[in-house]
């Protein structure tokens, strides 16, 4: 049973029990679910670079993600002034970069990062926005390993 500060979640990966502080909040919701608005994290194996953002409202959706920097250390991400107001970020340090990540079926070696749609959260507000890139440098399918295209 959870605690008042607690809530329990189903998951594609089974029932959860989630302190309150974990939950994530998209006022916008994301790309293609902006019916869903709260989120968590799940990290997958302690050693994985990836966790599934999962929606507290559908149990069927979990979306997997990852830290873009654990792949390549030069991704610049922009965030305009009326998306840093809405996530209350005065400085990157309060932020978290996430990529989604697609790994096809038996084909590992074909795994790709979304580039072009980072979802940025604030660590401290625990308030996440979903913010598209228009720099080509930065494709929807990025296979890690590949170099950015030059400007």
Do not use: W
């Amino acid at each position: 049973m959870a605690k008042k500060d607690e809530r329990v979640v189903e998951t594609r990966l089974g029932s959860i029990t989630l302190p309150e502080d974990r939950v994530l909040n998209f006022p916008r919701g994301l790309i293609g679910f902006m019916g869903h608005r709260e989120f968590t994290l799940i990290r997958l194996r302690e050693e994985s670079p990836f966790m599934v953002l999962q929606s507290l409202s559908d149990p069927k959706l979990g979306l997997l993600v990852t830290d873009p920097y654990s792949f390549m250390t030069e991704y610049e991400v922009v965030i305009g002034e009326p998306d840093r107001r809405l996530l209350g970020i005065e400085s990157r340090e309060q932020t978290v970069v996430l990529v989604t990540v697609t790994i096809p079926q038996g084909m590992p070696e074909r795994t790709t990062l979304n580039l072009s749609g980072p979802i940025i959260i604030n660590n401290e507000t625990r308030i996440g926005l979903q913010i598209p890139q228009t720099d080509s440098r930065y494709p929807a399918h990025f296979i890690p390993g590949m170099v950015p295209v030059e400007k």
